[in-house]
T-cell receptor, first 111, second 112 residues
């Protein structure tokens, strides 16, 4: 079983919808969780960072970590066409070590 | 703003050629990483480096080598390019003790 699982999509939603993106993982030692956004033909850019369990909000984006279920989520409120991208979850167990990435979910927000 | 630059956005090489991919970061990061990204396989770590002249193998080091002679620069070398090395190559960097990595724009390599 791969350590990080992420549904590749594609996920298509109308503009203004609430989007929910999710990852599950198997390694209970993971405690640092990140979401990256990657536009087509570009490098990933860091979107959200969370340590351990709980929620973190930044504008229209909310990251949620449930360590008991080994499940992380990214919510996007009032989605915009500019949110159309691939979203990658990433996590690790120790500071500064190589990250474990999900394969990414492709999101399309239609006007 | 962190800036990670990669020497080429697109590269076309022939089978058997030696290929150099260069990455430079301007934030004095200790850690540097090379990944490749393929459809359906996601990001896979090739090599990483914690310091100058230090290197560690990632998940898929076969067919690759790296060089880090200066802190800001991390090179990926394909000794003899093969068609199965056609991919998107991404460089990233981070501070020691920090989890967040910052990525460059990527190099799309096509090996014919």
């Amino acid at each position: 079983q791969k350590e990080v699982e992420q549904d590749p999509g594609p996920l298509s939603v109308p503009e203004g919808a609430i989007v929910s993106l999710n990852c599950t993982y198997s390694n209970s030692a993971f405690q640092y969780f990140m979401w990256y956004r990657q536009y087509s033909r570009k490098g990933p850019e860091l979107l959200m960072y969370t340590y351990s369990s709980g929620n973190k909000e930044d504008g229209r984006f909310t990251a949620q970590v449930d360590k008991s279920s080994k499940y992380i989520s990214l919510f996007i409120r009032d989605s915009q066409p500019s949110d159309s991208a691939t979203y990658l979850c990433a996590m690790c167990s120790n500071s500064g070590y190589a990250l474990n990435f999900g394969k990414g979910t492709s999101l399309l927000v239609t006007p | 703003d962190v800036k990670v630059t990669q020497s080429s956005r697109y590269l076309v090489k022939r089978t058997g050629e030696k290929v150099f991919l260069e990455c430079v970061q301007d934030m004095d990061h200790e850690n540097m990483f090379w990944y490749r990204q393929d459809p359906g396989l996601g990001l896979r770590l090739i090599y990483f480096s914690y310091d100058v002249k230090m290197k560690e193998k990632g998940d898929i080091p076969e067919g690759y080598s790296v060089s880090r002679e200066k802190k800001e620069r991390f090179s990926l070398i394909l000794e003899s390019a093969s068609t199965n090395q056609t991919s998107m190559y991404l460089c990233a960097s981070s501070f020691a003790g920090e989890e967040t990595q910052y990525f460059g724009p990527g190099t799309r390599l096509l090996v014919l």
